[in-house]
């Protein structure tokens, strides 16, 4: 499995990349494709992605394989608290800096390579930059518009 920040996630089987074909089914990302298993016959396998979470969920064989523990209550309101914010702001800039910014979270809370307390840092760390870019826009365009 692979994904990156701005990624899809891929599913390799022996060195080779399988091609997923992309199906919506019951509100969820759905994509699957069809696998020989040891004794030749054909298997179905999907990945399937939650709403707010990059790692995907593995069906084979109707068997979820869980490849990581779901995010926590406390992790997702660490996660989108500084953007909810943004939200009562009001407009669509706002709204599009608070979507870009919990998307980066997540991927950032997701990393395999940063222990616990980096996660948080960067995340933190992620808001703010996020928070300062869109006080900057908006002071851009309030220029552009009044000329003050």
Known sequence: ??????GTAELWVDGTKLKMEKKYMTGKSRRSCTVKDNTGND???QLIKPTFDPIPQVIIKDKTIILAQP?????YAWMAGPMVIMLFMGGALPALFALTGFYINTRIFRAKKLNMFFRYFFTLLSSAVIWVVLLITVGIITYMINGV
């Open 71 to 75: 995010l926590k209550w406390y992790e």
């Open 1 to 6: 499995m692979l994904g990156g920040l701005f």
């Open 43 to 45: 298997v179905l396998v």
